[in-house]
């Protein structure tokens, strides 16, 4: 029988869990993306019960955030209007389509009925929120709410807006691939990546234009950050795999090619992109001293490096290019290493926040 002081501090620990499990971050579906793609790698990697743990626990977190969310919505429902109409933070809610799309994609291979409801889940919340936030953000300043410039708060996180869209891309081709709707599919496939190519064209010259002009408010590339070469590298997967459809669908015959050259640039874009970043973050924290702690965005470190390994693989598979292909299965180590890291630091922050009483960064 449990001793009453035992049973006084669950009771404490429940209530505190209670409380803060409403107040979730937008983009707390980070965790979800980063833990489905690193089982992605790890399954290329040929490390399949390892692969297979990380899915069932992104399932987990998945359906614990999901609940979390509606409790927020029903009891914080002012709060999660105001993230919502918050450029820095409403596109944030995006994770959620790009997770859940990720997962699916993930048992595609021995449940392809999971992978079609994930799917249908998936869509209206992209529509929602891929044009409510923007819309929301163009009627504030239509109606006259806010005069600011629409160009100062772009940052990493509006390339969620990339993801989400690739994410739909990337689990249309998976379905095309063993079902009777290939055509339909195919061109659903190849539709959404020309939609996420032509919003990530846009977003890299708002992006650049606010880095390269001192625009970064915070010092540095911040983690968020790091979702612009996670766009990237979930474009060249999402190509890869419209790659691999059958040749005759007319689609990939019509633009098969283009999907081709244009991933093999990202690619390389991409990975030019990854010793900037590494660059700034040692310069933020080591000749700054800033410390680094544990936050939610540090998931958005790791999903482009796991997202990188795996689109690094798959194109390098696909295309018959055994140096790209061994690149990805280095980068895959370097993803996983990364997971690890940060959920050490995601589980020590959670024992510290039980014992004190502190809330989760």
């Keep these: 029988m449990a001793e009453p002081g035992s049973m006084s501090a669950i009771a404490r620990v429940s209530s505190r869990i209670k409380g803060a499990w409403p107040n979730q971050p937008p983009a707390a579906f ?9 089982s992605s790698a790890l399954l290329d990697a040929g490390w399949g019960l390892a692969a297979r743990a990380l899915l069932w626990m992104a399932v987990g977190a998945l359906l614990v955030l999901l609940v979390g969310l509606v409790g927020r919505l029903v009891i914080h429902t002012n709060d999660a209007v105001i993230d919502f109409r918050d450029p820095h933070r409403g596109f944030g809610y ?24 994930m799917a249908a889940m998936s869509i209206p919340l992209w529509l929602f929120l891929a044009y409510g936030v923007p819309l929301s953000m163009m009627l504030r300043t239509e109606i006259g709410e806010t005069l600011r410039p629409r160009l100062l708060p772009v940052d990493g996180t509006w390339f969620l807006w990339v993801v989400s869209t690739q994410s739909l891309a990337m689990v249309a081709a998976s379905l095309a691939t063993g079902g009777s709707q290939v055509r339909f599919l195919s061109d659903a496939a190849v539709a959404f990546w020309g939609i996420g190519i032509m919003l990530y064209l846009t977003l890299t010259t708002l992006v650049m234009l606010r880095l390269l002009t001192g625009g970064e408010n915070h010092g540095g590339i ?16 999402a190509g890869s795999m419209i790659l691999h459809l059958p040749a005759e669908v007319p689609v990939i015959h019509v633009a098969g090619p283009t999907v081709g050259g244009i991933s093999y640039l990202l690619w390389a874009f991409g990975l030019w992109w990854v010793p900037l970043l590494v660059a700034f973050g040692f310069w933020r924290h080591a000749v700054r001293r800033e410390p680094l702690r544990y936050s939610t965005a ?9 997202m990188f390994a ?6 390098g598979t696909v295309n018959h290019m055994p140096l790209v292909a061994w690149l990805g299965n280095v980068a895959t180590w ?3 290493a990364a997971w690890l890291a940060v959920l050490l630091g995601m589980t020590l922050t959670f024992i510290r926040w039980v014992r004190r009483g502190n809330p989760a960064g």
């Design 222 to 237: 911040v983690p968020t950050n790091w979702i612009f070469m996670g766009a990237t590298a979930i474009t060249v997967l």
């Design 310 to 315: 795996v689109a690094t693989y798959r194109f």
């Design 298 to 306: 540090l998931w958005s470190i790791v999903f482009p490096l796991g």
């Design 94 to 117: 995006l994770t959620m389509v790009a997770a859940i799309n990720v997962v699916g994609v993930g048992f595609h291979p021995v449940a392809p009925a999971v992978t079609w409801v």
């Design 334 to 336: 370097t993803a996983v």
């Design 30 to 38: 980070a965790f979800v993306m980063a833990t489905g793609i690193v």
